[in-house]
């Protein structure tokens, strides 16, 4: 056991060895110990002063305020530079001595230039012995360790490296880095070598016996991260990851901290963060309500906001466990912050009003909505009725309380949407924009793919089938989607919280789509099995409402670039004629409960861009043409501007030929002051 080491005990070192130092000058510079009295005068007055001095420049510059044990960089600049200090005062005393006095000569110019170097020498001498005597001898290691690798020479294998070298329990013997960068071969890092490329981790592996490899680049790409995971489980060999740049801004883990390697490390693009100091100026000191506050992506936009400082954070939500769960997370992770639970169904327009008129939000996120295509084609009702009336109902509250911000959650299936849920999530992107235009607020939308990992999404999905032993069922071989991560997903919407301004539409540059069938082969490889011979993967066709690719602009959207550069600013073309008085016939006869095929009809007469499958949404019934102030046919030839379908009177009085006339009763729909 080493004995403890105080600094007091450098200051006595430092004042024995700084005061020989002028005297071991004086005999080198003169060959030996005969030298006048004059410069005999000049030693002992110099010594005198100068090692007080130096003393106290050592104490203003931090030298006996540090634990040396475990010095840094940093620290030996601070030696350097103070050192340099001190040996600057001493050598203007040596000059000043005879002028004032003190002495008869000058101290030789020699003398001070041997005093500076050696200055050097004695401060950094004992604390770079501390620190060596203190640093953990890789000799403690048992040559029966498992033998690891760092993949990537950066500042994230440095840090595992020393993590490691620092603390032997974890049994495991590094024997060199791998790194692309040729600047870094046969350099050294930590006292380890670069051994190589990546593309040279198959041979390194059987060479040096390897069984753990360390992928320390957390920002790397998802295709570099899938090369180093296959050509490891080819040879045997476990792997494990340094956290991604997420997990570390959000303070969740240290760089240093190893987690086994997770689809999100192998998406094909570079993770996109966000600068969030701008968003900060948006949400500190303010109220935000979140709705869909329990959900995924609602809950991590909690957790993001409440790192951002707001005076409250209002937690809205349908279910009441998860709104108690969110809220419990916060509190325990941010005690001073205050959350305010709010149980509330969005399409209770009543409760949303008076919701917002009570807490005077500044800003708005609103995150609630219905996201399962199968499930929304069976229940096209409820998917109007939460996407676009509980939209609508949002958009009218933050209107009336004059909410400086809010932001809609969309999706990219409302692109050319052919799903019923597509086409509810572009009806509320027109809600949006309308209010927006009309009122002139920073109303926008958010447009993304799917977010691995979310309540719901494929990924769990693939989880569970692989855990029962398969099969892993997708759809298509060839159906692709485009992916993002949870806290992607958050920070977008918070950056467009802060870039919005009327009505645009913003999406994330999500890289290229992928192939879902590659994300279950991953996912089947990451839990240790080969896909084909243990999990097979099955395919079942496109269901109700899919489609084999998506896409995240619309037709005549005009894009331009953010201050961020993976946010892209989607400017929406004009509105389509009667969005007002076709949202309410939608919404009433919604709420009517008129057949599927009627409300399809009403929901793609609102989307001009609509894609018309049969697949996907249905056979469609005549559309007829009407203002609402005449009369629609039930052959869909009618005149007028607005589109009905057969039988369906406008917001005015009209009948069908060849049936009875119907009014829908009248409904008062949320509308903007």
Known sequence: MRPKFRNRYLVGFDAILLGALPALAYLIRFEGPDWSPADAGALIAFTLIAVPLKLALFVLGGMYNRLWRQATLGDMTSILRTAAVSAAGATILGFWLPLAGIADVRVPVSVLAFDALA????????????????TPSRG???????????????????????????????????????????????????????????DEIPALIERYHVRELII?????????????????????????????????????????????????????????????????????????????????????????????????VLLLGHGENSIFEIQTALREANPELETVALIADVRDGGRIREIVRTWRPRVILHAAAHKHVPLMEQNVSEAILNNVLGTANVVAAAVEAETEHLVCVSTDKAVR????????????????????????????????????????????????????????????????????TVPEAAQLILQAGTLGRCGEVFVLDMGEPVRIVDLAGDLIRLSGLEPGSDIEIRFTGL????????????????????????????????????????????????????PEPVLRALLTAMVPEATRSDDALGALPAVGHGNGNGHVSGNGNGNGNGSHPAGVAGTGAGDADGAPSRRPPHRSIPSTP
């Open 543 to 594: 269901r109700p409402g899919e489609r084999l690719h998506e896409e995240v602009l619309i037709a005549g959207e005009s894009v331009v670039p953010t201050p961020h550069p993976k946010v892209l600013r989607a400017i929406n073309g004009e509105l389509p004629a009667g969005v007002s008085a076709r949202l309410c016939v939608l919404i009433a006869a919604a709420e009517q409960r008129q």
């Open 216 to 312: 320390a680049m957390p920002e790397a790409r998802g295709s570099v991260v899938r090369g180093v995971v296959k050509a490891a489980r080819a040879a045997g060999v476990h792997t494990r990851t340094v956290p991604g740049v997420y997990e570390i801004l959000s303070e969740q883990v240290s760089l240093s901290a190893l987690r086994e390697v997770g689809i999100q490390d192998l998406l094909r693009r570079e993770p996109v963060t966000t600068d969030l100091t701008s968003v900060r100026e948006v949400f500190a000191g303010g109220t935000v309500l979140v709705t869909g506050a329990g959900g995924s992506i609602g809950s991590e936009l909690c957790r993001q906001i409440a790192r951002l400082e707001p005076a409250r």
């Open 140 to 198: 403690l290691r048992r040559d029966t360790d498992p033998a690891a690798l760092i993949v990537g020479a950066g500042v994230a294998g440095e840090s595992i490296a020393k993590e490691t070298l620092a603390n032997p329990k974890l049994g495991l013997r590094l024997v060199g880095f791998v790194d692309d960068d040729p600047d870094k071969r046969s350099l050294r890092l930590c006292g380890l070598p670069v051994l190589g490329s990546l």
């Open 119 to 134: 200055t050097v020498a004695v401060l950094a001498a004992p604390r770079l012995l501390l620190k060596s005597l203190y």
């Open 417 to 484: 949407p052919c799903s019923v849920m597509g086409l509810t999530k572009r009806v509320a992107e027109l809600v949006v924009q309308q209010a927006a235009i009309e009122h002139g607020r920073n109303f926008v939308s958010v447009r993304f793919g799917n977010v691995l990992g979310s309540r719901g999404s494929v990924v769990p999905a693939f989880l569970r089938q692989i855990k029962a032993g398969g099969p892993v069922t997708v759809t298509h071989p060839e159906m692709r989607r485009y992916f993002m």
